[in-house]
């Protein structure tokens, strides 16, 4: 069985445009070919799912840099441990709660004297204004569950990267934004969801 696992942004999308138009004809193919497509990004669930409706995709999908696994209910043919059942899906999650990271991510910037800004702090408008995008795209990506992206607007940047570690949390850099995570992996979350496809078929 073949399976197709994708990032969005800068991927699947046009890291400036946010366009999937260049992807079409493939993603008709797999479509054809009845092969799941899994998004796999640091998008809230909010955002991910606004893209699966747009690309009618029905497969399971990873957020929030692995901070969950969501598997549609009744989607695979066996039984597996799901600790949550949440809006017709299964779902298996490693990342902190999102309010306990963004308390983590002040104390840390406390600490270490490094002023940085969270998507918690900015105002829908700002999103939008900083990430390119639409305030209803905005409106989504603030949706957050497993993972804070922030900026780090002054100095000190080393020294709260390193205070971050000492709490036991792990960063990331993405294409626009610093990421403090608990858990999250998105490596895990798709060795975790092949292992329940081979299991299935």
Known sequence: MLIVFTDLDGTLLDHKSYSCEAARPALGLLK???IPLVLVSSKTRAEVGA????????????????????IPRGYLPVAF????????????????????????LREASSESRCHVIGFNDMSIEEVSARC?????????????????PFEILGTNGDR???????????????????HILGANDKAHCV???????????
């Not at 999908?61 to 696994?69: D, H, K």
């Not at 949440?86 to 963004?102: K, N, Q, S, T, W």
């Not at 390119?132 to 804070?148: C, F, H």
């Open 32 to 34: 054809d070919m009845g």
């Open 51 to 70: 893209w699966r409706a747009r690309l009618e995709n029905h497969d399971p999908f990873i957020v929030e840099n692995g901070g969950a696994l969501f």
């Open 81 to 104: 441990q799901a600790p949550v059942s949440r809006d017709g899906y299964d779902v298996i999650e490693f990342g902190d709660p999102y309010a306990h990271l963004v308390h983590v």
């Open 132 to 148: 390119g995008m639409s305030l209803e795209q905005a409106v989504l990506a603030k949706k957050r569950e497993y993972d804070e």
């Open 160 to 178: 709260l990267l390193a205070r971050i570690e000492m709490r036991r949390k792990r960063w990331t850099r993405g294409g626009r934004f610093y």
């Open 191 to 201: 060795c975790l969801l092949a292992h329940f496809y081979k299991r299935a078929f």
